[in-house]
């Protein structure tokens, strides 16, 4: 019953946004450079992974590897990871600790546009989390969940002046035939600001000193991401790992600035194949297409413009005690 209750609460939190901004950015003609975004990726995977059994304390790691796929055109692709590593501490079977250290990393190359991109490495959030892998059954469907609280410690979060996030997943699974499953998952985001507009990446300017493009951008309230994974077991290595799912995105308005307020959704698709060649050691590699439903260029459905190569990394990387 106590966890029935906890998993209501998770749900019942699902509806309320982040606390509101407090202030706003000053006038257009105080604004300042800030430091670059780090490429957007969704992530379908992300770590969750049983502790073995032999110590309560162990490490892991994962990692997030992406290219979009018009990099292709260009002589030398870059790539953009995201990665980090976590101390673990099980405090029973079902249920882990984690706290994970987080950095981004982009290889030097040419992006989608062709432009050259640097070398760069760069912390991302640091995070905790707390993971139950059993909150409670319904007939054949097994019922997790992870809660994870984010804190600002990318120079990203700190430009926008962010001062946390709370994410609590759900994972609903059916799991049949040995490693195959059907899941769905869901991974709202909920933003804690200080501000409700920050100003963008490295500001170009004209010769007048006037702005390229307005550097002014708003700050997020929520996110959602859902989206169901079938996992077909061709044997115990590799299954075939299909997955269609929406990501939406709210945005603050600012009335000082004059800024609207905003909400983006995306129909997210994959196709992938995961590897298990060993215990605590898995890989996913699929070509995801991000389709927006609400931009400019909605309803292009798995345009070349649109997809992503993802190589997902998940490892137990030894055992502290």
Excluded at 61 to 82: I, Q, R
Aim: hydrophobic share 35%; aromatic share 16%.
């Amino acid at each position: 019953m106590k966890k029935l209750i906890s998993s209501l609460l998770v749900l019942s939190c699902f509806y309320f946004t982040a606390a509101h901004a407090q202030e706003d950015l000053p006038s257009a003609a105080k604004f300042q450079d800030t430091v670059p975004v780090a490429p957007a990726v969704t992530a379908f995977s992300d770590g969750e992974e049983k502790i073995p059994a032999r110590s309560p304390w162990n490490l892991s790691y994962f990692g997030l590897y992406s290219v979009e796929t018009k990099a292709f055109d260009y002589p030398n692709p870059s790539l953009f990871t995201y990665n980090y590593i976590g101390v673990n501490y099980r405090i029973s079977k079902d249920t882990k600790l984690s706290l994970r250290i987080a950095f981004l990393h982009t290889f030097a190359g040419n992006d989608d546009r062709g432009q050259e991109v640097k070398q760069d490495t760069a912390l991302s959030d640091a995070h905790i989390a707390y993971s139950d892998y059993d909150l409670f059954t319904l007939g054949p469907i097994d019922v997790g969940a992870s809660f994870k609280f984010y804190f600002p410690t990318s120079e990203t979060s700190q430009a926008t002046h962010m001062f946390g996030k709370f994410r609590p997943e759900m994972y609903w699974e059916w799991a049949y035939g040995g490693y195959s499953s059907l899941t769905y998952v869901i991974k709202p985001d909920y933003y804690f600001q200080r501000q409700t507009a920050y100003v963008a990446t490295t500001a170009k300017y004209n010769n007048d000193g006037s702005f390229v493009f307005d550097p002014r951008r708003t700050n997020k309230i929520a996110t959602i991401e859902q989206f169901i994974q079938w996992e077909i077991n061709m044997n115990k290595f590799y299954s075939f790992m299909p997955k269609v799912g929406f990501a939406d995105e709210w945005y603050y308005g600012s009335e000082a600035e004059g800024l609207p307020g905003g909400h983006d959704t995306k129909v997210l698709s994959a196709i992938g194949v995961k590897v298990r060649p060993m215990r605590g050691l898995n890989f996913e590699l699929s070509l995801q297409n991000n389709a927006s439903a609400t931009g400019q260029n909605k309803n292009r459905f798995w345009h070349p413009d649109d997809n992503q190569l993802l190589l997902i990394t998940n490892a137990g990387l030894s055992t502290m005690f």
